[in-house]
């Protein structure tokens, strides 16, 4: 329990190991393994904290659309949330992560699905999601959850990874490895819409730009302009007294605007760094384990591997999400759904950016807007649909639900509750 609780979880942990064991078993030198599981686990550390901090540095914004749309309601802290959520359901989360990351292993290894999940942080809050639907909502026994959450985990792991890699041929930055993060069904969805509707020739990334603007072609300066920009508007629209008095610590809401946007920019250039040095060992190790361990086996690795190539899309994408999930909103409460939520804007903004970039790999412009649209009212109405279900873990859910949280969850929800009564 100790190894599952206080290794396998930590995603760091998990990702040196891969690195670890696919060097050992092609019997490079031990001075060449841990040199190369170092580096591995710190270019993770650096990727994790920089969107980590990425995220966290749209939260301003949140209590910002917030007042603009006159809810009052607090801001919910991430610690306390997941702190909330693990309190209820955080024994059986440990144990279905670690029996459910086991059936992935396997599924890999003995089947023609030979994809290994290594986002160890999605796979730790879906495994608290699965045990609080099936806690909530059957009479199972504990043994019992444990056993059918764990294959639900293992063939979400497994079915997840496999459905996003034939996507990523079409998507630049995306070679050696396919997608293990929450937001697979959006991108499988914006994909889907983006060839129907869209023109892959239109590449939003290859818009043209004047001589003047050439040099928004680099991702930092691209993406510290632009949310500059972003937080200058909001703040305007949300009154600069208030962001003055309420937000910003006292600052005037042009130089708060300009330390966001520059801190925006700062944490996309940690997650540059990081790519380049798991990347440059993780992927040669895990041929090890795909020649020795897992014949075949490909990583299923986080998305902000491929925000670097995609700087613009990453933006539209947050945009397009956030005004569908407002839309989905006013609908909700034009409708007077019992549950009402605002969306949260961490996982609006990562699911939003990775969606517009897979509906960008195959409808150009329009492919990823549309996406990331169909993304934003995934979100919030399979949101709003999950949180009945799941008892404890919805203080979580309010601040990390993402795609697949929302379009899953529901539904392994609604089955149980045929299968129950």
């Not at 998990?14 to 092609?26: E, K, Y």
């Not at 399979?382 to 990390?400: S, T």
């Not at 969850?409 to 149980?416: K, N």
Request: hydrophobic letters at 50%; aromatic letters at 10%; one cysteine or more.
């Amino acid at each position: 329990m100790y190894f599952i609780s206080n290794i396998l979880s930590e995603p760091a942990f998990l990702v040196g190991m891969v690195t670890l064991v696919g060097l050992a078993a092609q019997k490079k030198k031990i001075s060449n393994i841990i040199s190369a599981t170092i580096k591995t686990m710190v270019g993770f550390l650096l990727i994790t904290t920089g969107a980590q901090s990425m995220g966290m540095s749209l939260m301003p914004l949140q209590s910002m659309l917030q007042h603009i749309f006159g809810m009052n309601a607090q801001v919910a802290s991430i610690d306390s949330a997941v702190g909330q959520g693990l309190t209820s359901f955080g024994s059986e989360a440990a144990l279905i992560f670690a029996f459910g990351f086991l059936a992935n292993v396997l599924i890999a290894r003995f089947t023609k699905f030979k994809y290994i999940h290594l986002s160890a942080h999605v796979s730790f809050f879906y495994a608290g999601l699965i045990a609080a639907l099936l806690k909530v909502g059957t009479s199972l026994s504990p043994v019992m959850v444990i056993i059918i959450g764990s294959l639900i985990l293992g063939m979400y792991l497994t079915f997840s990874c496999a459905y996003m890699n034939p996507l990523m041929k079409n998507v630049k930055g995306g070679e050696g490895f396919t997608i293990g993060h929450s937001s697979s069904i959006g991108c499988l969805v914006s994909a889907g819409l983006g060839k129907v509707f869209g023109n892959k020739n239109k590449d939003l990334e290859e818009m043209k730009l004047p001589k003047s603007l050439e040099f928004l072609r680099e991702t930092t300066i691209a993406l510290s302009v632009l949310m500059t920009l972003i937080f200058v508007v909001i703040s305007l629209i949300a009154t600069p007294s208030f962001v003055t008095s309420s937000i910003s610590g006292g600052k005037d809401i042009i130089t708060f605007s300009l330390l966001n946007g520059l801190k925006f920019g700062l944490w996309i250039t940690v997650i540059i760094t990081g790519v380049r040095m798991m990347m440059a060992d993780i992927v040669p190790a895990f041929h090890g384990i795909s020649e020795k361990i897992v014949p075949n086996a490909k990583p299923g690795l986080d998305i902000p591997l491929l925000f670097p190539t995609h700087p613009t899309s990453v933006i539209v994408g947050f945009l397009s999400s956030l005004v569908a999930s407002l839309i989905g909103m006013a609908i909700l409460g034009a409708l007077k759904y019992p549950v009402i939520v605002f969306p949260a804007l961490i996982p609006t903004f990562f699911t939003g950016a990775v969606t517009a970039i897979f509906g960008n790999s195959t409808g150009g412009r329009r492919g990823a807007i549309i996406g990331s649209f169909a993304n934003g009212l995934i979100l919030i109405f399979g949101q709003a649909f999950l949180l009945p279900m799941i008892g404890g873990y919805e203080p979580m859910m309010r601040v990390l639900c993402e795609t697949d949280y929302a379009f899953y969850g529901p539904i392994i929800g609604w089955v149980l509750r045929l299968l129950h009564g």
